[in-house]
């Protein structure tokens, strides 16, 4: 099973972190660090919905835990509820 948003299809996004961006009070550091590839992952929770009056488990993002909250539909859910 992929880290993936079973709603939304959120997935990871691969990025690049860099350190000693500037240096200490505004002076430029001598030796900049390189660029390194770094994994920017999603916020994965599994949860227990409702869905049509029959439970089911899923792995949903933060973002659409709390839209499901709030507006009781997502997507072409229209009656979800989370347990």
Known sequence: MSYICQICKKGNVVGRSHTHKRGVAGRRWRKKTTKTPRLFRVNLQK????????????????????RIKKYKSIGDYKSISII
């Open 47 to 66: 949860v227990t919905v409702l869905l049509n009056d029959k439970e089911k488990k899923m792995r949903l993002c933060a973002k659409c835990i709390k």
